[in-house]
Structure formats: structure tokens, C-alpha cells
């Protein structure tokens, strides 16, 4: 089977975050079983040209250009609009990780018209919104892609509840789809000072004050802990930044900056900790990597992990960000530690499996093309 998965964005910095990386995973994984996969996306930020793969997977990157100061919505490439066409007649399945930008929806729209199977995933990315270019997206292209589609993969109940009002009715072929992780070997035993990590974008959302915010009363309790706060700015920089200096947290607070995916791995095996303050976060890759390696992860009430993380007692979940410290604290115990730190690959393993995301996938691009199959 040949199939063709489409992003927004591909970038050296990471910058489009999870979409990119489940896309990744699931290529990879389409290949290792005998398919033929390869990515579709906008580059940027590329010294010298555009690569023809990511980490392995074929792909196919189109220069970003910025046509309206709208963020990742406001960037598209004319060579990817007039080719788009092209880009899914070879496909026997088109998955296009959906958002409302002008790179994804070209190329859902591409695929409908060329009758080829269309299977979207949206991660979140399109829910009911007030915002004006999201209604005039929503009635041109969004609202048709999503009824004409042989299936639409969701994360959580909150997130077919909002793809069911987007469109003002029920999504019949609407199908849940977990984000999976690859297998990973796990961490060594914690050594060294207590190392806790935040690696996800510096963005509002994400909330990474709060987790500079929680830094002195980790180290009240351990005064040798090293905190790392990677990933890149999407806007929180200077603030993260400026906190650091105002609590004089310069020489303890390592900012390396995005990383890459096998320093990302790299980083979480030294973790005692992962941190992820973010709210009304559906399904974060960065957290299920973690629990891969089994690093203990402390997370938000409104994060789609949460009760997987809860019931198995794979790290900590808090209200707000007064729960971050001491969730932290608890987890530097070295007996939570150790337990929580079982529970987690065990989480990975049994629940978030490629292989088990994978069969449902296969099942679903059968279906896709069986069903686009009988309306020609």
C-alpha cells in the first residue's frame, strides 16, 4: 500500500511539534511492515536545501513562505498548491494531519477530487472557534473535507465532541486513534543530582513559567537539582527568560534550546522527571516518549494523558501550578521513583504501542479504500 501522510510543517527546531512526530512514527512504522509510505510538508529552516527525507521517511518539503502574519495558518508554498494534485495521484491513501492552514487543507481538497481515500487527523487542531479566518476556513474548505472523508481519527471524547460541532452534525466515520510510541530501552537508574525536564514549545499554552515557577521549592528540598527547559519560542521566550533572572535561577535553569529526536530521548533517559504544566493538551507526544523511557511524568488535570498517567501510577497529576513542586518532590523519592518508573513502560508498552496503534491504522485505510471504492 502507498500512502501519503501530509503536515504542515517540517523544521530543524521541531517547531510544529506533535503532528510532525506521530506522522514520523506511523511512516516508519507503515514501513517496517511492508507498505510504502512518505511525508508531505512545508521546510524552513534549513541550511542549504530542503532534505528529500526525516529521519528515514521519504519525504517530499516544499519552502515555507509567510502570505499573512497568521502564524503556522499563514504560511503555504505555490509550488506545493499547484502540485498538490501530483502529490496524492500516486497515494492508494491520502492521511492528511488536518489543520486549517493552507497546506493541508490543498492537499485534503486535492485528494477528494482526485477520488482517492482520504483519511484525516486533526490532534486537536480543529474545534469549534470564534476567530474569524477559523469560520471563513471552516465554510470553505474545513466543514467539506471533514463530511467527504472516509474517516476522521480523534484522541479523545472532547475531541469528536468538537469535530462534531465544527461540521453541525455526527461524524459517522469518525474512529479513535491513540497516539502511539515506538519501543524504547529503558532508562538507566537515576544518578547524580535530581534532573527534572520540561522539552516542548515556549508557548503560552504550555505554561513554562510554571514550571520556573516551581524551581525554588524543588530546591528548598534539593538544593543540587538541575533543571533543564528545552524547546522552541513560539512567543514565551523573553518571559521565561526574564523570570529566570528575577528568581536568580540563571546558574540552575539550562536552556539548550529545541532538540533534536534523539537528543529529546537522550534528555529523558538522564530525567528523574519529566514536567509538562501545559493545559487543555490533548495527546502529548513529548509525554508518552517519556513514559517509553521510563521517566516518571508530572502533568495537568486537562491533559488527555492524565487518567492513563493517574490509574497507572505512572507519575503525577495536579490541578494548577501549585501542584507542580510538590509532584516533583514526591517523585524524587527514590522508591516512588523506581515504582513510578515501572508503571510507565509498563503504560507505553501495553497502551500506547505502535503496534497496536498500527493494526488499527491498517484497519482503517482498508476501510477508506472499500468505502471510496464503492462511491465511484
Same mark, same amino acid.
Request: net charge negative; aromatic share 4%; hydrophobic share 45%.
Given at each position: 500500500m502507498r500512502v501519503l501522510h501530509a503536515v504542515t510543517l517540517h523544521s530543524p527546531t521541531h517547531a510544529f511539534g506533535g503532528p510532525v512526530r506521530v506522522a514520523l512514527n506511523l511512516c516508519r512504522g507503515l514501513a517496517a511492515r511492508g507498505h510504502t509510505a512518505r511525508l508531505v510538508a512545508l521546510g524552513d529552516g534549513f541550511d542549504g536545501p530542503l532534505p528529500t527525507e526525516v529521519e528515514g521517511v521519504p519525504a517530499r518539503l516544499y519552502q515555507a513562505r509567510s502570505i499573512l502574519p497568521l502564524g503556522f495558518s499563514g504560511i503555504t508554498s505555490p509550488a506545493l498548491l499547484a502540485g498538490a494534485t501530483g502529490l496524492v495521484r500516486d497515494a492508494d491513501v491520502v492521511h492528511v494531519h488536518l489543520a486549517r492552514d493552507l497546506v493541508t487543507l490543498p492537499v485534503a481538497l486535492a485528494a477528494l477530487r482526485a477520488g482517492k481515500p482520504l483519511v484525516l487527523q486533526t490532534h486537536g487542531m480543529v474545534d469549534p472557534s470564534d476567530r474569524l479566518l477559523a469560520k471563513v476556513l471552516d465554510a470553505v474548505a474545513v466543514r467539506r473535507v471533514l463530511r467527504r472523508s472516509s474517516a476522521v481519527l480523534y484522541l479523545t471524547g472532547h475531541e469528536r465532541k468538537g469535530l462534531d460541532a465544527v461540521v453541525g452534525g455526527i461524524l459517522e466515520q469518525s474512529v479513535r486513534l491513540v497516539n502511539g510510541v515506538p519501543a524504547q530501552d529503558p532508562r538507566p537508574a537515576p544518578a547524580g543530582p535530581p534532573r527534572i525536564l520540561y522539552a516542548a514549545r515556549l508557548q503560552a499554552r504550555k505554561r513554562p513559567r510554571d514550571f520556573v515557577a516551581a524551581v525554588p521549592e524543588i530546591l528548598h528540598r534539593h538544593p543540587d537539582a538541575e533543571f533543564v527547559l528545552a524547546g522552541p519560542d513560539e512567543g514565551e521566550r523573553? /518571559?521565561?527568560? *526574564? +523570570?529566570?533572572?528575577?528568581?536568580?535561577?540563571?546558574?540552575?535553569?539550562?536552556?539548550?534550546?529545541? +532538540?533534536?529526536?534523539?537528543?529529546?530521548?537522550?534528555?529523558?533517559? $538522564?530525567?528523574?522527571?519529566?514536567?509538562?504544566?501545559?493545559?487543555?493538551?490533548?495527546?502529548?507526544?513529548?509525554?508518552?516518549?517519556?513514559?517509553?523511557?521510563?521517566?516518571?511524568?508530572?502533568?495537568?488535570?486537562?491533559?488527555?494523558?492524565?487518567?492513563?498517567?493517574?490509574?497507572?501510577?505512572?507519575? $503525577?497529576?495536579?490541578?494548577?501550578?501549585?501542584?507542580? /513542586?510538590? /509532584?516533583?518532590?514526591?517523585?524524587?523519592?527514590?522508591?516512588?521513583?523506581?515504582?513510578?518508573?515501572?508503571?510507565?513502560?509498563?503504560?507505553?508498552?501495553? *497502551?500506547?504501542?505502535?503496534? /497496536?496503534?498500527?493494526?488499527?491504522?491498517?484497519?482503517?485505510?482498508?476501510?477508506?479504500? $472499500?468505502?471510496?471504492?464503492?462511491?465511484?
Open positions: 523573553a /518571559a521565561v527568560d *526574564a +523570570l529566570i533572572a528575577e528568581l536568580g535561577l540563571t546558574e540552575r535553569v539550562t536552556r539548550p534550546g529545541p +532538540l533534536s529526536a534523539e537528543r529529546m530521548l537522550e534528555e529523558l533517559r $538522564r530525567a528523574h522527571v519529566y514536567v509538562l504544566p501545559s493545559v487543555d493538551e490533548p495527546f502529548p507526544m513529548s509525554v508518552l516518549e517519556s513514559l517509553s523511557v521510563g521517566t516518571p511524568a508530572v502533568v495537568t488535570t486537562s491533559n488527555g494523558l492524565a487518567r492513563d498517567i493517574s490509574e497507572a501510577g505512572a507519575g $503525577r497529576v495536579v490541578e494548577d501550578a501549585a501542584g507542580l /513542586a510538590p /509532584a516533583v518532590l514526591d517523585l524524587l523519592d527514590p522508591a516512588g521513583n523506581d515504582s513510578a518508573s515501572v508503571a510507565a513502560r509498563k503504560l507505553a508498552t501495553e *497502551a500506547f504501542s505502535m503496534d /497496536a496503534v498500527l493494526d488499527t491504522l491498517l484497519d482503517v485505510y482498508g476501510t477508506a479504500a $472499500r468505502y471510496t471504492g464503492s462511491q465511484a
